[in-house]
């Protein structure tokens, strides 16, 4: 069903996609080839919400030429009226005769519309060409279509003997300006970042993307269409004090309590939002996560957090990545944990990882692990 | 005084003595190539102490050619009648025109006479080249002629989170198959391990070699010459149990008390020597690496051991090198640590190292850190 010629378009078009991983979210990032006599005629990709789409980048450099041509696309045409007409009538219109798709659209409004609207215009539709490479693009949105939850990353910083601070605290600077200046590009892709009021109180941290330091190697990327993505904070007991950084600067603040009557006048970029805890007085994280994926649309959740939060999602599988990066220091045995876990008993008891990453970023390595 | 030519046989010189690395301690590496008309006439390296050296099996390959060849060595060429006849009086009889040396030799037995001599017989002589390079072959030789101690490598295995083993001690297997067998390459290329008697009662751990898990790919190398490392076990108490795995196979064993006249009889291969204490009445750590090279002619030694000597080292600054396996697991905040050292009050404080390697073996991450 598809030759080698189809790969090599349908992974120009990843290429393609990639390059709004800063910018479209809630949206996903899709990218779009039109090929014509075995020429690339128009090209595109997803920048935006509420902008055009990826096919409509492609159609409009093609012009008349898309007659006849083949579209390869990484994500299911859409099929519905948004904030944009839907680009598989786009694709009749222009008189595409084949369109290749890399994976269906999960998206519950399109789910096959989009494709059955192209066949239904007798135009020859494939399906499935690097479906793998096509989810590796999309893991936030993917995973809040089909799971109700972000993909979530947990960033850990820690020294050779797995510390993140010595006992007194003391963490600044545990890891490089290099590593420091790598986590800015976590930021710049994900919708939000979770942390704890503990945390933004020690360091008076801002949990804000600061543009300036991101060596982004994307032409076409403007920084003022980065967003700051939102700071979702676990304040139990509510202790912000809104005095803090945190309120001065960066993207909305969303203050998660357990007791909404006893909500205070919160700075202007900040709301609560009442999180129910669990049996251990605890906030319940998987409903958290729920809840930040259907109200917030937040694809991408980027967690800076201390050893109680990291281990309390690692406890529940919530984590999907864990980002380490780990400095050639050692604390020793007083210094800070990285995760609080529970005691195991034996080896086959812990959780299992594997590493997917793993690279030198300035004086430190950075490691990259998935749940196996 | 060095053109592109020398150095590209000088760098064919030093692959050659990279062959000798698990045969020729207490020797150093050393590799030859002679060199005429900008052919290749003969090559050698230093393949077992008390066999001949690189600059003999270089002059056999060319035999009567090498007069007016140009000889590229790795090390100073020896100047002493040691179990072989001198490698300077060979060269100058076999009638070569010039001598490019990487290094001078610091032992000082030769330490310049080497040179000297060949200067003397009026061959041209230029040291210098590829200098580092040729330190990097032999750490071990280099540290116990200039510094009077071994090359200190710890090994270290450890999970994401910094941690040796279970609250409980349970460790197997933390690593891979592929880890424990990379350790194997270590142990070759060691002149002895060190260990302490809670870490070998522990595991009933041999801490040999085990020739059938390298995977060499020497074609020169009978594994049948491999040595099997000495084992130097710090048993402050004279507990260890004679019917360990340890006195039943391997190379010899040093077990070091603190007193010597609790002498026990001990099995065959094992004896006791007397270590010091220091004022902490722990062993005197420094003086038991002095001890090791200039009495046990030890170049490198590698060390398995727990948190405490793992720290105590490292506290005196007596590693060179950190090989640090690490397998994608959390162990968690109660599991036990990888290296006991005092609280620090300021990060400015703390060992500062450097990542020298980082590379996956099998599932782990293999990191290599030298202090910096």
């Known amino acids: 069903m598809f030759s080698a010629a189809d790969s090599n378009f349908m992974a120009q078009a990843l290429r393609l996609a990639e390059l709004g991983r800063f910018t479209t979210s809630p949206n996903p990032n899709v990218g779009a080839v039109l090929v014509k006599n075995d020429q690339i005629i128009g090209r595109g990709y997803h920048r935006q919400a509420g902008g055009p789409h990826a096919e409509v980048f492609a159609l409009r450099e093609a012009g008349s030429e898309a007659r006849g041509a083949t579209c390869y ?34 998206n519950p409004k399109v789910a096959g519309r989009g494709t059955a609207l192209l066949k239904a215009a007798g135009i020859q539709v494939d399906i499935g060409l690097m479906a793998a490479e096509a989810r590796a693009v999309n893991p936030g949105f993917l995973s809040r279509m089909e799971r109700n939850r972000p993909y979530v990353q947990l960033k ?14 003391d963490s600044k600077w545990l890891t490089s300006a290099a590593a420091r200046a790598d986590v800015q590009h976590y930021r710049a892709q994900s919708c939000a970042i979770l942390s ?35 700071r ?29 009557e006893n909500a205070r006048v919160l700075p202007n970029i900040a709301r609560q939002i009442h999180c129910p805890l669990n049996t251990q007085a605890q906030f319940d994280l998987a409903l958290l996560l729920e809840h930040l994926a259907l109200r917030e649309q937040i694809n991408m959740l980027w967690v800076e957090a201390g050893a109680t939060l990291a281990g309390a999602l690692l406890q529940l599988n919530l ?33 299992q990882l594997y590493w997917s990453d793993v690279r030198m970023v300035g004086p430190d390595v950075r490691l990259t692990a998935r749940l196996s």
């Open 196 to 230: 704890t009021a503990t945390t933004v109180m020690a360091d008076n941290a801002r949990l804000n993307l600061r543009a300036e330091q991101l060596q982004l190697n994307i032409s076409q990327l403007d920084t003022g269409e980065l967003r700051q993505p939102k």
């Open 319 to 351: 984590v999907d990545e864990l980002i380490v990066y780990l400095a050639p220091k050692l604390l020793g045995n007083t210094a800070q944990p990285l995760a609080v876990l529970p005691q195991f008993s034996v080896l086959a008891q812990v959780p």
């Open 156 to 169: 850990l910083a820690a020294s050779l003997d797995g510390r993140t601070a010595l006992a007194n605290g």
């Open 73 to 106: 696309v990484t994500l299911e045409p859409c099929s519905h009226h948004g904030r944009t007409p839907p680009c598989a009538e786009a694709l009749v219109v222009a008189g595409v005769s084949r369109v290749v798709v890399a994976m269906q659209d999960p």
């Open 232 to 260: 979702v904070i676990l304040d139990r007991n509510d202790n912000l004090d809104h005095n803090l950084a945190l309120f001065k600067e960066g993207g909305e603040v969303i203050v998660c309590v357990s007791k909404l």
